[in-house]
Each structure stands twice: as structure tokens, then as C-alpha cells.
């Protein structure tokens, strides 16, 4: 009997052709070329711009947006795979992308980039602040609008030596002069006297007595309000019906001046160019105008600089001094009212002057070659004006891309002026001089390695210390070399106390440095924030620190102990 035939084997399948599985490796080494390119390019980038932080980061935000659309592009109509694969791959992608954002908001930092991810079930900071401002309305005014302040029994309100009168101190240095400060926070750490939610403002603070005066914006309302220095309890509030509509990335609503306390009376500006003269007793109104509308040419406003008004009256004898920007402003009107003067007792305009964009910083009066001076840091440079007639004397330029000069000017000894920039540009240290009648600015050096972007800097026995976009740095101001840098805080704010840098940083930490220009280590670190950024300046008046973010404000007990600590 024969036995049958064997069973025919089944053939076995790959699940490619050697042809399709070469051509599929040649579609996906075009996919694994796009991220090594991006990777590449992103190195070249963050070698270039290691010292510069805006644009080390915001690098991040060219390279990998486009590899990521080139990604998306190959793997549609080039991956090889079929459509039920790739369209579905997108298809996951984007659900988890935005289930991610139906749990998780973003927070920015200074750089406009991504901060980190805070849960949506978190209450957001202008939620807790209106829950807090609904418990203190029973206790305190809603409004305080009244133009007759004489109707009121409340005696005028008197600076004395030692308050904080205005922005970054009363002149304007970040230099506390008479500051208690101690040094051991690790055996005493700075004792929290109170702190609560407060509208969202880059404002800072100014104390006078027991009044602590700053701007917020509450709903729909530009507000500046007076608490209780020693409670934190509110005083009362003044309202504008206005906000300042800025995106989130970009910083938010709210107003970014400081109020400027004078003779019993309190001028504050706002983010949309209202300016108040108020009672600062009683937060009564005396007078009020806008700065964009009187610098219009009658039926156009002049147009603000893209984040809004940020600049903090200037009182300087019967005068008001502030920057609503000139005719060199894209989609001005036209006029030359660059820098305004008003009189600080009836508002009327006194002079105005000047064809210079505005920016965010504000003007001081320094005298320099016998001669008092404002000096405007402006989009394009710094000016200096006339006191008496708003004439321009004499102008630097000094320009990044988005127009922003936010630093201060500092004058030398000898009259030469510090100013820096940031966005890559750097500091200059200017001559000023006068001859046969005619001012002229020249450059006598200038560095690129510190660029304060919207930070403020102090000068102590010939040596600046500032934050370089974000990185603390000491520079000698005989030659511009830096002399060392050390640490990165963000866009925090610094003050002198003494022989002391007392630093808040962005991500809300107090740090306390010697200002010497041997490299220091820090002293004393606490942590006083834990939400929102620090961008707001510090006010230290008689061993209490003020300090605020967006979010919320308190006040601190610093002042030395008997035993020195």
C-alpha cells in the first residue's frame, strides 16, 4: 500500500518584501533626519546665546515648533504606513494634547515661554483675590471717587525720614539708606507680620506712617488702594473703571506703575494713561486726566506701547513728570508729547515735549553739569529734558527689537550716565557734556554681557550689580568687565541695604548677598512666595519688607535683633 503523498508545507510570509522594508527604512531615516537637524541646530543656538536667557529660550520655540511640523508632515504623506495608522496616530496625539489641557493650565515666565503645567481644579489667583475682596468690602470703602478731599476731617497725611515714598525708594536708587536688616535667617527667619490675596498688578509698593499704597486691578477696575502697614488690613480703595487688556504670555492685565506720595497727596497712573492725584489719607480724588488722550492730537488718543503704560509719576517741584510717548510711536498721532509735565496741584498741563517712543521705565530728575535734568529712558534710547520747559537737551540711542528700555538711568560722580537693555543689546556708560551751549551724549564704553531687560540695578563703590537677564552680575563701571556672575533668579528685583544685595527672585525667594566684586555666596535664602512670579519691586522701611507678585502681597519683619542677628 502505498502511503500518500506528503502534505505541502505552508509558505511562509514576511510582513515585508526585502524591497518594501529597504524603501520603509528609507522613509524613516527622513523622520530620525529632521529631529538630528533640529537637535543640531538647537545646540548651535544655545552655544550662541548661553549668556543671553531670553534668547536661549525662546530659541526653544523656533526649533522645535518647526521640526514638529516637518515631523507631522512626514509622517502624513511620507511615513509608509497606512492611513488608519497615521491618521489615527494624529488623531491620539491631539486628544492627549488637549485632555492635557482640560486638566492642566500653562503659566509663563518673563520670557514668554511655557512656565509649568497647575491643575485647571486649582482656584486661579483673581478667584481667591475676589473671595477676599468680597470679605474686607463690609469693612472698608468700595469707592472713593469724591473731588471735594476738604470735606474730610482726616488730617493730610505727612512723609517723615526713612518712609518709602515712591518708586524704588525717594530717589530712586533701590538704595535703602537707613534699612534694619539682619543676616541669620537660618536661626531667626524672617517673621511673616501678614499677607493676603491682592489684584493683579506689577506695581510695587510705597509706605508712608502706616499707609502702604499700591495698584491693582479688580474685575474690571484699575484700583489703587491703601492698607495698614502693620495689619495688612485695607484702608480704602479708589476705582477707574478700566483695564488693560494684555495676554496672559505677555504679562496680564493690570497696572504696572507705583504710586508717588508728595506733600499729603498720592499720584498714580495707570495702564491705560489715567492719571489720579488722590488724598492719601483718605484716597479722595483731587484731580484726574488721562496722558494718552491730552498727548492725541484732539480726537486720537496717542497710541500706548504694546504692554501698556508703565511708567511712575515723577513729582519734582510743583511739576508732574510722565512718558506718554512721542510721535515716533507706530500708529501715534503725530504730536511731539513724548515726556508731559503737569502741576501736581491743579493737573493742568504745563509743557510737553519730545518725538520718542514710550517704553517701561520711569523718569528721574539728576542734575548734571550744574544743570537739573529728566531723564527719559524711551523705546529708541535715553533723553534728557529741561526741567523748566520739557526741552530736549540731548539723546542716546539705545534700541532692542520690541522697543524695551524698562532699567533705570544711573549717574555717576563725575556726571557720566549708566544705561542698559536687554534683548541682547547690553549697558553703555555715557559722558554728558555741555559745549558752547550744546549738549552732547557719547559713548565712552559699552558691554554686551549685562542686559537688564526689566530689572534695575544698583551701584556701590564703583561696581554695578544687576540682574543680567536673570543671571545676578558684578560689573565695574570704570571699564564695563564683568567682574563675576553667579546664579540665575529670573526677572527678580534687586536693592542695596548697606553692604548687602537683598535680592526677591522670580520664583518668589528672598536671598540676601554681600555687594562686593569678590564673588560672594549667599547669606540667607527663604522662600516668601509660592505661586505666581516676583517681577514687582521691594520697599524696606524701618525693618519691614513689602513685597508682592500678582498674586498676593506681606509684609515681613526683617530688622536686626539686640543681638545683632
Not at 153 to 176: N, Q, S, Y
Not at 338 to 357: E, I, L, M, Q, R
Not at 546 to 551: C, E, G, S
Request: glycine share 10%; aromatic share 10%; charged share 20%.
Amino acid at each position: 500500500m502505498s502511503s500518500p503523498p506528503p502534505a505541502e508545507s505552508t509558505p511562509v510570509t514576511t510582513l515585508f518584501t526585502p524591497a518594501a522594508a529597504k524603501s520603509l527604512r528609507g522613509r524613516w531615516i527622513w523622520g530620525l533626519g529632521i529631529l538630528v537637524i533640529a537637535s543640531i541646530a538647537q545646540g548651535i543656538l544655545w552655544a550662541q546665546w548661553w549668556e543671553d536667557p531670553t534668547h536661549f529660550k525662546m530659541s526653544i520655540l523656533f526649533v522645535w515648533p518647526a521640526a514638529l511640523f516637518a515631523l507631522l508632515i512626514w509622517w502624513v504623506f511620507f511615513s509608509g504606513w497606512s492611513w488608519r495608522v497615521r491618521l489615527g496616530a494624529v488623531g491620539a496625539l491631539a486628544a492627549s494634547f488637549i485632555g492635557l489641557l482640560c486638566v492642566y493650565r500653562l503659566e509663563w515666565d518673563g520670557d514668554m515661554v511655557p512656565r509649568r503645567f497647575v491643575l485647571r481644579s486649582k482656584p486661579r489667583a483673581e478667584e481667591v483675590a475676589r473671595e477676599f475682596f468680597k470679605q474686607v468690602s463690609a469693612t472698608a470703602p468700595a469707592k472713593s471717587d469724591s473731588t471735594d478731599p476738604a470735606s474730610t476731617e482726616t488730617p493730610p497725611l505727612v512723609a517723615v525720614e526713612g518712609d518709602w515714598t515712591g518708586f524704588r525708594g525717594p530717589h530712586r536708587d533701590g538704595i535703602v539708606r537707613d534699612g534694619s536688616l539682619r543676616r541669620n535667617w537660618e536661626a531667626k527667619p524672617l517673621r511673616e507680620v501678614w499677607r493676603h490675596p491682592v489684584g493683579r498688578a506689577w506695581s510695587a509698593f510705597t509706605v508712608v506712617g502706616h499707609y502702604a499704597f499700591t495698584q491693582e486691578q479688580r474685575e474690571a477696575n484699575e484700583c489703587v488702594v491703601a492698607y495698614d502697614a502693620e495689619t495688612g488690613s485695607q484702608l480704602w480703595v479708589h476705582q477707574d473703571n478700566t483695564i488693560l487688556s494684555i495676554v496672559e504670555a505677555n504679562g496680564g492685565p493690570g497696572p504696572h506703575a507705583t504710586p508717588q506720595f508728595d506733600d499729603g497727596r498720592l499720584y498714580t497712573l495707570g495702564g491705560t494713561g489715567v492719571l489720579n492725584c488722590l488724598d492719601a489719607a483718605t484716597g479722595k480724588r483731587h484731580w484726574t486726566t488721562n496722558i494718552l488722550q491730552d498727548a492725541g492730537d484732539g480726537t486720537t488718543p496717542e497710541k500706548p506701547p504694546e504692554w501698556g503704560v508703565s511708567c511712575s509719576p515723577l513729582v519734582v517741584d510743583d511739576l508732574v513728570v510722565v512718558i506718554p510717548g512721542g510721535s515716533a510711536t507706530e500708529g501715534s498721532s503725530g504730536n511731539n508729547k513724548g515726556v508731559a509735565a503737569y502741576d501736581k496741584k491743579s493737573g493742568k498741563p504745563v509743557w510737553a515735549a519730545g518725538k520718542h517712543p514710550a517704553s517701561y521705565g520711569s523718569a528721574r530728575i539728576e542734575t548734571i553739569g550744574d544743570t537739573r535734568q529728566v531723564l527719559i529712558p524711551n523705546g529708541n534710547g535715553l533723553s534728557g529734558h529741561a526741567l523748566e520747559t520739557g526741552e530736549e537737551l540731548w539723546f542716546f540711542p539705545l534700541e532692542n527689537a520690541p522697543k524695551v528700555n524698562s532699567s533705570m538711568p544711573w549717574v555717576l560722580e563725575d556726571d557720566s550716565v549708566l544705561f542698559g537693555t536687554g534683548y541682547g543689546i547690553g549697558t553703555v556708560r555715557l559722558d554728558i557734556k555741555q559745549t558752547d551751549g550744546k549738549w552732547e551724549a557719547t559713548r565712552r564704553w559699552a558691554s554686551n554681557r549685562f542686559r537688564p531687560k526689566f530689572n534695575d540695578f544698583v551701584v556701590r563703590e564703583g561696581f554695578l550689580f544687576g540682574l543680567d537677564d536673570g543671571t545676578l552680575t558684578c560689573l565695574d563701571v570704570a571699564n564695563g568687565a564683568i567682574k563675576w556672575k553667579s546664579g540665575r533668579y529670573g526677572y527678580g528685583q534687586v536693592l542695596l541695604v548697606g553692604e548687602l544685595l537683598l535680592i526677591i527672585t522670580e520664583d518668589g525667594e528672598l536671598l540676601l548677598l554681600p555687594a562686593t566684586p569678590t564673588k560672594p555666596e549667599p547669606v540667607a535664602l527663604q522662600k516668601v512666595f509660592d505661586s505666581g512670579f516676583c517681577w514687582n519691586h521691594l520697599a524696606l522701611v524701618r525693618g519691614r519688607l513689602f513685597a508682592r507678585n500678582a498674586n498676593e502681597a506681606a509684609c515681613f519683619d526683617v530688622a536686626e535683633t539686640p543681638d545683632g542677628g
